[in-house]
């Protein structure tokens, strides 16, 4: 069965300064990632996914993730962070087979300081 | 751009009453799942439907849920007999294949 780790529960940042969010994973086979945002009292918004070729992804808002397979994580970066990031952060992650449900992390809460 | 529409937004029961929580999801999408959170805390996958039939169930998805898609539209879940405990934010989601999950903004119940 596969699993999500989000080791941290809070990260904070200045505002300007660059974030990581830390996500490793555990899946048979070869790995379909995602990274979701949460806002308050609102839904889960993508951010961007792995699926194959590069392991650099770009997403929405600035984002980029990187898989790494070997260390099977997924950490989730911005340059310069906004206090509009400051927000709760999901990694999940299925087998790229079959359509087996996203299994999701426990989430990680930025908080962007100005 | 098209997104997954759920309603109601919030509902308040008290235990032991039947509630039906309904989601439209998108429309040329084929596979259809619902997830809960408890308190802004983790997102637990509930059941996943496809093919007018479910395809996937987790251990909390008991015999008090159940899912349907009555028509060519809507996706709704049920549970029966309601607990305290079934307190949470209630996600549909829905996708054409692998891939991203496209999320509503949730059914918050709260059972007294």
């Known amino acids: 069965a596969q699993s999500v780790a989000q080791p941290e529960d809070q990260v904070n940042v200045a505002e300007g300064n660059p974030l990581t969010v830390k996500c490793t994973y555990s899946v048979s086979g070869n790995p379909y990632l995602f990274w979701y945002v949460q806002y308050p009292n609102r839904g889960l918004q993508f951010l961007l996914k792995?699926?194959?070729?590069?392991?650099l992804v770009k997403g929405s808002y600035g984002f980029e993730a990187e898989f790494n397979k070997s260390q099977t994580s997924f950490h989730l970066k911005k340059p310069s962070a906004l206090v509009s990031d400051s927000a709760l952060y999901f990694c999940a992650v299925r087998p790229n087979s079959g359509n087996t449900p996203l299994v999701f992390g426990k989430g990680t809460r930025l908080s962007v300081i100005a | 751009e098209p997104e997954v529409t759920q309603t109601p937004s919030h509902q308040v029961t008290q235990m032991g009453q039947e509630v039906i929580l309904r989601c439209v999801p998108i429309?040329?999408?084929?596979?259809f799942y619902w997830y809960r959170q408890i308190l802004g805390q983790k997102v637990e996958f509930l059941v996943s439907f496809y093919n007018n039939e479910i395809s996937e169930k987790s251990e909390i998805f008991d015999d008090q849920f159940s899912v349907e898609r009555p028509d060519g539209s809507n996706f709704t879940l049920k549970i029966r007999s309601t607990k305290l405990e079934d307190s949470a934010m209630y996600f549909c989601?829905?996708?054409f294949g692998p891939g991203e999950l496209f999320f509503g903004e949730g059914s918050r119940l709260t059972v007294l």
């Open positions: 429309s040329n999408h084929l596979y």
């Open positions: 989601a829905s996708n």
């Open positions: 792995y699926i194959t070729g590069d392991n």
